[in-house]
Each structure stands twice: as structure tokens, then as C-alpha cells.
């Protein structure tokens, strides 16, 4: 899949997977701004990017529960590169405790960022790509877009969220030329999965390593956590099709963790 000249927003793409795929898409010619709540590490990613691939990276700060950050970093690269051809609504967090034991704070916290952070950043780059009859909308759902684990209400209830907004805005933009998929990862070694391995032992009462083998790969075919190299290339495959055949839909990538 070529991007060459495509301008493309990955949300949380400082660092973990929305850094692997803003490195992909620069690498297949995209222009790829790096939006980020931490704009200094955003400023870091879009540097390395820029040191391989010259001019096709930009650093935007962007906190996607925001409305008005989330506005004004899609217009600030509007501004800079003329439109936006994909979004990549990445950014995301994990609290993990059993229902009885999850705060409102956390819960509101958990869908203000997956939930909200995709229908905001979705509905402000949707105009530009209605005006230039294209787009793409890519949003990073899980396996627990299809299925539920403890510990993780709000996490499951958010991810299964995404698969009907994706859903609605590929009905809504097919006329327009615009797809919307989801992307569903098993588990990626990511610091964000690191920081539940200790989190889920305690919770579970078994040692880390059964977190990793039991829990986290226990399903797999192989044993083998997802790699950010494979979600990142499921992400280009989305940008880059070339019509609304492929639109409406979710991908797992997951090692069979989950089958369908």
C-alpha cells in the first residue's frame, strides 16, 4: 500500500503501537503528524521520524478527551499540509479492578479517552475528507471489542463502542468516499501491557508469569504476544485500500487469541 503525499493523524503516537504505525505510514510516504498528550515526546517521535524520512512528520499536542484540543490539532495540521486523508484514533489507557471496585472517576476517565477521544477526532477531521470526497478513519479497538475479560469493564465496554461508531461513520461517509474499520489486537507488548501484568496478579492472586502465559497468551496458537510491526502493517492496509469494498469492518490480529 502507498501513501505518498496522504496526510495522516495517529493519536497517541509518542510511543507503543500509534508510533509504530506513524513510522509505517512515513515509511510508505505518508505525512504523519504525531498528536500526543505529551507534546515534547511527540516532538521526540516526529524528530526520529523526520531523521529517515525528511518533512513528513509533525508533532501536535493533543489530549483526544479535549474538544477543543482535539479541534485545534486537526486545524493546525489542515493548516500546515492542506487536509487530512486518515486518522488513526490510538490513544488509549488501561485501569483495570473488578465492577464493585472501579471508581465513576475511572470509568468516566476509561470512555472519555477511548470512546470520546475517536467520536471527537473523528468528527473533526470528517469535514476535510467530505470536502475532498476520501478518507480514511481507523480506529484501535482490541479483542475485547469482541469478547470481555475481568477486571476490565470499562475497557470492554469502550472497545465494543468503537465497533458501532466505526460502523455509523462507514454508512455515513460511503457516499462521500470515506471508509471507517477497527483494528482488534491481542495483546502487544507495550508499556501500557506491562503495567497490567503486576496490576492483574494481584487482582487474580497468581504470580506475573502466569499473567503472561496463562492470561495474556494462554489463547494464542503459538504462545507469542502481537507485535506493533503487525498491527502497523493492518493499519497501512486499512489506509491505503482503495475503495469502500473494505469498509464497516474490524480485523483481529492476535495470534487466534480470538477467532471469528
Not at 204 to 216: F, P
Amino acid at each position: 500500500m502507498n501513501l505518498t503525499n496522504k496526510v495522516c493523524i495517529v493519536t497517541g503516537a509518542a510511543s507503543g503501537i500509534g508510533n509504530g504505525i506513524a513510522r509505517r505510514f512515513a515509511q510508505a510516504g505518508g505525512k504523519v503528524a504525531v498528536a500526543d498528550l505529551n507534546l515534547d515526546a511527540a516532538q521526540a517521535a516526529a524528530a526520529a521520524i523526520n531523521a529517515d524520512h525528511p518533512g513528513q512528520a509533525m508533532a501536535v499536542a493533543m489530549d483526544v478527551s479535549d474538544e477543543e484540543q482535539v479541534q485545534a490539532g486537526v486545524a493546525q495540521v489542515a493548516a500546515a499540509w492542506g487536509t487530512v486523508d486518515v486518522l488513526v484514533s490510538n490513544a488509549g489507557i488501561q485501569i483495570v479492578n473488578p465492577v464493585q471496585d472501579f471508581t465513576y472517576a475511572d470509568w468516566k476517565k476509561m470512555l472519555a479517552i477511548h470512546l470520546d477521544g475517536a467520536f471527537l477526532t473523528t468528527r473533526a477531521v470528517l469535514p476535510l475528507m467530505y470536502a475532498q470526497g476520501s478518507g480514511a478513519v481507523i480506529l484501535m479497538g482490541s479483542v475485547h471489542s469482541k469478547t470481555a475479560s475481568p477486571l476490565k469493564s470499562a475497557y470492554v465496554t469502550a472497545k465494543h463502542g468503537l465497533l458501532g461508531l466505526a460502523r455509523t461513520i462507514a454508512r455515513e461517509g460511503g457516499p462521500h468516499g470515506v471508509r471507517a474499520n477497527v483494528i482488534c489486537p491481542g495483546f502487544v507488548r507495550t508499556p501500557l501491557v506491562d503495567k497490567q501484568i503486576p496490576e492483574q496478579a494481584k487482582e487474580l492472586g497468581i504470580s506475573e508469569e502466569d499473567v503472561v502465559r496463562k492470561v495474556m497468551l494462554g489463547q494464542t496458537v503459538d504462545g507469542e504476544f502481537t507485535s506493533i510491526e503487525d498491527v502497523a502493517e493492518v493499519a497501512l492496509l486499512f489506509a491505503g485500500f482503495p475503495s469502500n469494498a473494505l469498509t464497516g469492518q474490524s480485523l483481529v490480529v492476535s495470534h487466534g487469541w480470538f477467532m471469528e
